[in-house]
């Protein structure tokens, strides 16, 4: 059973930084290419950033480009997003997901995902 747990989110002012870890249990982590993932009130889910398995390529959307960066430890198994110069349209609750495939950009093709963390960004 693959287990994705997320933390690290919380109130920040914009212009802040936060940085979400997503720890991720069982010994085949290094075989997953993670994402993030958001969904504010009232919107859909929307792909945030994406690593591959052996983390050389990451992909982002064009909102978060040049602000957030994905990466991975593959020793801790764990993922990390680090967002900075934060924008109140960036909050939402964020979720890590994994799936086998070489990378992951849709919710639909995850086969594991966590809980959530919640990111609060005041204006």
């Known amino acids: 059973q693959v287990q994705l747990v997320e933390s690290g989110g919380g109130l920040v002012q914009a212009g802040g930084s936060l940085r979400l870890s997503c720890a991720v249990s069982?010994?085949?982590?290094?075989?997953?290419?993670m994402g993030w993932f958001r969904q504010a009130p009232g919107k859909e889910r929307e792909f945030v950033a994406g690593?591959?398995?052996?983390?050389?390529?990451?992909t982002y959307a064009e909102s978060v480009k040049g602000r957030f960066t994905i990466s991975r430890d593959n020793a801790q198994n764990t993922v990390y997003l680090q967002m900075n110069s934060l924008k109140p349209e960036d909050t939402a609750v964020y979720y890590c997901?994994?799936?086998?495939?070489?990378?992951?950009?849709?919710?639909?093709?995850?086969?594991?995902w966590g809980q959530g963390t919640q990111v609060t960004v005041s204006s």
């Open positions: 069982g010994s085949a982590f290094s075989s997953y290419a």
């Open positions: 997901a994994a799936n086998r495939a070489l990378v992951i950009r849709t919710w639909a093709t995850a086969d594991y």
């Open positions: 690593i591959k398995r052996s983390g050389g390529g990451t």
